[in-house]
């Protein structure tokens, strides 16, 4: 089982340019959830994707979208980079059973540098 | 909104010691809480959860303590191993979407 998978692990843009992001789930899984972690702070909640469509947000401007695609991966866009940008990115994947939501599990993270 | 704190940013402990780690929170429609652990270069990896209905759950050298009068959790690990050492994230959820997360908490375990 080869877990939650990112690409890419590093990334470096500049200020005012686009960037896509990628989460494979664990098997089985079929809930991806998208969040923010800056250095020193604990991860902070972006949006959630099931069913291909995006099901919960957080507080993050809609320069922050997303996709699910219906083999349950998905892709966190982010429009016109800011410096604040810069965190790491953290893909967790969870299986949905009715309103319930397993445990989720977190991918290695994408490190996105804005300069 | 910081809805979960952890106010102690770092614990040093020495090999075979209790380690004892905080967090209070302050939305009480929180209806299960979590601990993640995370190593440098990798994601946070699940460590142990306790539904709101428990004051407290045990899982090998880990116990979660709630006391929701108080609004307070904690994780004990006995004793603590050098493979401890790591960031330790506390983090609840409501409505079974959302997870909200401490700041966490560098455990650092001394031979």
């Known amino acids: 089982d080869a877990g939650v998978t990112q690409s890419p692990t590093h990334l470096i843009k500049t200020r005012g340019q686009q960037v896509t992001l990628r989460c494979s789930p664990k098997s089985g899984h079929d809930t991806v959830s998208w969040y923010q972690q800056a250095l020193g702070q604990g991860p902070q909640f972006i949006f959630q994707y099931y069913e291909e469509e995006e099901r919960q947000r957080g507080n993050f401007p809609d320069r922050f979208s997303g996709h699910q695609f219906p083999n349950y991966s998905s892709e966190l866009n982010v429009n016109a980079l800011l410096l604040g940008d810069s965190a790491l990115y953290l893909c967790?994947?969870?299986?949905?059973?009715?309103?319930?939501?397993?445990?989720?599990?977190f991918g290695p993270g994408t490190r996105l540098t804005v300069l | 909104d910081q809805q979960v704190k952890q106010n102690s940013p770092s614990l040093s402990v020495q090999e075979g010691r209790i380690s004892i780690l905080n967090c209070d929170y302050t939305?009480?429609?929180?209806?299960?809480f979590l601990w993640y652990k995370k190593y440098p270069a990798e994601g946070p990896t699940f460590l142990i959860s306790?539904?709101?209905?428990?004051d407290k759950n045990e899982d090998g050298r880990f116990t979660v303590f709630l006391n929701k009068s108080a609004k307070h959790l904690s994780l004990h690990i006995v004793p603590s191993q050098p493979g401890d050492s790591a960031v330790y994230f506390c983090?609840?959820?409501?409505?079974?979407?959302?997870?909200?997360f401490g700041a966490g908490t560098t455990v650092t375990v001394r031979a």
């Open positions: 939305n009480s429609m929180f209806d299960y």
């Open positions: 967790a994947s969870s299986f949905r059973t009715g309103r319930t939501l397993d445990t989720q599990y």
């Open positions: 983090a609840a959820i409501v409505n079974d979407y959302k997870l909200s």
């Open positions: 306790i539904s709101s209905i428990k």
